[in-house]
């Protein structure tokens, strides 16, 4: 049955992201533990967000490898335009980790401490090779969608975060750690990102997944143009969403206690996604199982299963005591900060069928090459964040469940926008050619 197969393909990837949010507690576990927990938390969040934004739309590296390397050429053009636009969001990135720009982004926009803004720069210049290796990672595992090999997506999240786990351990009580805190999430953090790319470059190797075939009749070589075209409404998604926490992040830190809110955000944002954040690989299941499925009925009654599934299982960890357990004792947070995570994170349970529309409908998107139509969804989002973190403090909300209120109204407004932009079409036609390679299902 064909719901085997989708199950089959589908379940390497949840379990990757179940390892990785996991993985990220841990690390949040650690920051929690060490001396000056409540600065280094705030340090390396508004720092690490401001990375996921520099490295933001290199994400879509991996419906690069998976949607236009269908053939050698395709392959070695895709691999440079990616590397290049890597070296590119580095030059930012750095441009803010080293120069006036970043100390007034940092400690004059956000109102933060000096002290803090030295942190969150450090955190910038420290972790400046992270675009070019994130989308490295990211492209190989689109070559390894396109082949079925999805369990090695998941060996090399499971030897990323177990990599995290030992730095965490060995390093928490080592001097020079206990001395510079924020030395322990960047450690860290390089030994995580080293290890996922060699277990994802081994089975790319091991597996054949790099096309090696010429372009046929049917598929000319594929020009630069067409690679941006097809790359450019998709980098402008991941943009601004990206966008949305350093946006959110700038009105909390102004708030009268704004360090401990944006503690608490570092807990929640990584802790909430955990049930829900699998349910954007989604996107990945139409291209990889059109030729099975032509109309794609089967593929949605398969996605609102786990739309469910991921619902039941926030309700089960945010709106039950076992959210106390994970914030008091699996993170080691303080009462007072686990108190403020309570209502975020019960707001966490609505993204589950958000998330859910939003993915496959990225995923019709993909199958039909037409990204364009979904590229005012990402400024859409930003608007209704913006008019959100406004409005909530005139309903008496703050602080971290203001954020995750107004990054919800973003995300609703967003997949508005993206059905808006796809609605009306003919129904799906047969498949183009090679859209994936025959592999293991």
Known sequence: MLYRSLARFLFPLVLTI?????????????????????QTLAAFGLGWNLVLFFASPLVQSKQLGLVLATH??????TLTFVVAFAVLLMGLQLSLAQTGLGERWIEELHQVSPSLGREVRAVL??????????????YLAGLLLRAHRTEVITYSTVARFGVGILGVAALLATDSVQRRPILLPILVTYAMFTAELLVVLAGVLRHGAIPSAPPSLQEPSLSYREI?????????????????RPLINLFVAREPNGTEALAVLTVVYALGQWPYRWLNEIRSIPPAF???????????RFVGVCGGLSFLLSVA???????????????????????????????????SFVVMVRAYLHGVALVERRTQAIAPSGPMRVAAILVALVALPWLGVQGATRA???LLSGFVVE???????????PALGPSPPDLVQPGRT
Request: cysteine-free.
């Open 18 to 38: 179940v390892v990785q949010e996991f993985g990220t507690q841990m690390l949040s576990a650690g920051m929690a533990r060490m001396p000056q927990a409540t």
């Open 290 to 300: 059109r030729r099975l499925d032509p109309a794609l009925g089967q593929v949605r």
């Open 228 to 244: 941006l075209g097809f790359f450019w409404p998709l980098a402008l998604i991941m943009l601004v969403q990206e966008v949305s």
């Open 317 to 351: 960890l945010f709106w039950t005591p076992l959210r106390d357990v994970l914030l008091l004792q699996v993170i080691g947070v303080d009462s007072a900060l686990a108190h403020q995570a309570h209502t975020p994170l019960r707001l966490f349970a609505i993204f």
């Open 415 to 425: 997949t508005l926008t993206v059905w808006w932009g796809l609605r009306g079409r």
């Open 125 to 138: 210049l420290w972790l400046l090779p992270v675009p070019l290796v994130r989308s490295l990672v990211l």
């Open 404 to 406: 995750v209120g107004a």
């Open 72 to 77: 050698r050429t395709a392959f070695r053009r």
